[in-house]
């Protein structure tokens, strides 16, 4: 009977040694101390200035102060739902624009890839709203799906063309379509790639809707902005910003654990495990032909 050992490196690094786990287990220790020590630092200063003072904190317990903020939340789940969709929907039509066979259409969709992303989200977002004369909530979705259309298009051409080549090849040699190929090869290929870009463009538009209140959309850092500067509930810069960034840090997590169970659910998927194209049997049909 063989016992099977470990092996003592890999091909790509050694196994740290006793000296080296010393040294991190200190370098560890090390960053956790200086970090909470930035933290106590931080929390001695609000201390000192009265940042957790009951009085300031009394406001929020307000009927008024509770309906405003949710009402600013809902507005910012809202736009941000909206400019999501139609940012995927516009970043797919011009990634198949940048992946057409036809030079116009290519070179069309590459001008407006190259435009949209260079612009800034603000300045689209205050051209939408003044010099078009749009609503708020219009105007800023209008320019997030812009801006991040733009650039998603550019990771699904990029995921698109990160397949291996032969599978490209071999559906082609099956007599598949370029719309068939696409749709049925290379796509459930890329998805698994694409999706922690698409998530992470995804939390920068959720974090670029407080650009609303620049141009008075009563999103969640517009109603966080009324309560500070309302001078009858005497509640400080602080303790709003306290409030209201962690829900957007929070929000921003739950999208990504979003991605991540999302990508742990499509590698359990056998639809999307080692999608390849295989030799067809004698006389069957190809998805979509006739």
Not at 80 to 92: E, I, N, P, Q, R
Not at 213 to 235: M, Q, V
Not at 239 to 260: K, Q, R
């Amino acid at each position: 009977m063989t016992t099977r050992t470990e092996p003592s490196a890999t091909a790509l690094h050694d196994i740290p040694g006793p000296v080296t786990r010393r040294r991190h287990r200190i370098y560890s220790v090390a960053s956790t101390v200086l970090i909470l020590a930035v933290i106590g630092w931080v929390v001695f200063l609000l201390l000192d200035t009265g940042q957790f003072a009951a009085a300031k904190w009394t406001p929020f317990a307000y009927k008024g102060i509770q309906e405003l903020l949710l009402r600013g939340l809902g507005n910012t789940l809202k736009a941000f739902g909206y400019a999501a969709v139609l940012s995927l929907v516009l970043g797919a039509v011009l990634a198949v624009g940048r992946l057409s066979d036809h030079r116009i259409v290519r070179w069309i969709a590459a001008v407006l890839v190259e435009f949209f992303r260079a612009m800034p989200v603000l300045v689209m977002i205050f051209f939408v709203f003044v010099a078009l004369r749009v609503q708020p909530l219009p105007a800023l979705v209008a320019g997030l799906t812009l801006y991040n259309g733009s650039v998603l298009a550019e990771v699904f051409r990029t995921g698109i063309n990160s397949v291996d080549r032969g599978q490209r090849e071999a559906a082609y040699a099956l007599g598949m379509r370029k719309t068939q190929v696409t749709t049925y090869v290379l796509a459930p290929q890329a998805v698994r790639a694409m999706l922690p870009t698409i998530i992470s463009q995804l939390v920068v538009a959720l974090k670029d809707t407080s650009l609303g209140y620049l141009i008075t959309y009563e999103e969640f850092l517009h109603a966080g902005k009324l309560i500070a500067s309302n001078l009858d509930y005497d509640l400080p810069f602080i303790p709003v910003v306290m409030v209201i960034s962690p829900i957007y840090i929070g929000m921003c997590m739950l999208l990504s654990w979003f991605a991540t169970w999302v990508a742990r659910q499509e590698r359990r998927s056998p639809k999307t495990k080692a999608v390849e194209v295989a030799p067809a049997e004698p006389g069957t049909l190809l998805p979509g032909a006739r």
